[in-house]
């Protein structure tokens, strides 16, 4: 009988899991085979700070003390110790010299070091573009970007911008005079609520049109190296709404708002979890990689529990998910996808909370060419046709507003908004011939 050498097993052993460790850590750090949250907060003085010396809405003082700030960072850490996450300061957040604030800040620079967290700039408090010329929404960003180096130091250099809207000019400034690849630069559907408009776009990452920040580039010439990221996932059935239509927020989804502060704990975070499921179960296997993204203000009077609860719900449910920055999510995006190939698909059945219509059905359909939306009524009949309710052409010409107004949005052949005669929706053989041709060249099954 051969002796075992218990040298040899020893090696392989020690081989076999230094291999698969490098294997799990190499599948991490990229994009493909992996669920993703990416966490945002916003630091203001002034509710809306349109511009450096002009405010609309309240005066936010009393909401941000150090208290507020220290119980919002534990309530993460609480639930993903390893969490890193964006915290967002506005003009006057970084410049403000009161007590509060200086405390503020030490505490978020404190946080950088010991988490990872990163430190950004918001211009115009969401709507810089609406109240400002493009040329001093860049200088405003230069500046506060300045000075967010300049308080966290040893060189520090932010991995993305948080905005709201932000223009395709300022996003190619951006790139390539700020050296920020990353820039969450839309919010997916907004159109008849807030301070401005912008449906129109792709709700997952692309690179930006210089013609229009919600048309993906079409080509080299029209490309601006900088990954656009929505703010907040949507429920797509209650983001097809115009505002309030009906009595229901258009922006209902992943958002504190809209959920728990509307409906409650209980009914708030079924929604929220109804939102985060359809990109982490089925949108995940669609796509081969999910992103769910939220941005919770640190002045909203919503209790903290409430983000604890729902952050201790998706560790439960998918215990594979990787809470990185939105920074560093876009840069694994940019690293995989070197110009728009993508090709996104999302599938949901309304939740029955709200504006998300339980006997409805949505497909949502978005590549390079055009972004189409297909909604039935599963209850009536599973094989009742499907009406288009969206669709739009990014082969076409598009161009932003060149004065400051609200309305930035691009609406394509059918909008999902209704706000137009000829939004009406329509069977998919009803559109138009060129629409008809470009949606065959991607989805021939559709037909």
Known sequence: MKKINLTAILLLIIFLYFTSHVKAQEKSDQLMGNRFLTFNTIIRVNQIEVSRDRNEGMDERGAH??????AFREAISSEYPEARITWAFSWLALHDQTDNYKKIRELVVGYHHKYGDDITFIPGAYFANAYNSREQVNKDLHDGLAKVSEIVGNGFRPKSVLAGFLAAENQQYLAEKEGIHVCQGNIWSQFSIDNQDGDGAVSYPFYPSKEHFCKPAQGKDDFIDCVNLDGWSMDFLAARRDGFAGGFNSRMGVGPIETIYAYGKLIGLTEMLHTTALHYDRGFELNGFAWVTNCWELSLPIDVSGLK?????????????????????????????????????FEQKGSGIGGSDINLQIRWFMNKDFRLALVKDWQKNRRNAEYVIDFTNYNLKAEEPKDMTRKWSLLGEINQKQSRPQDRPKPINQISAEGISLIKKHYPYLF
């Open 309 to 345: 609860d729902w952050l201790n719900e998706i560790k439960r449910n998918w215990s594979d998910v990787k809470f990185i920055t939105q920074g560093e999510f876009g840069l694994l995006w940019r690293e995989h996808y070197k110009d728009n190939s993508f090709n996104y698909r």
């Open 65 to 70: 003390t150090p208290e507020r700030v220290i």
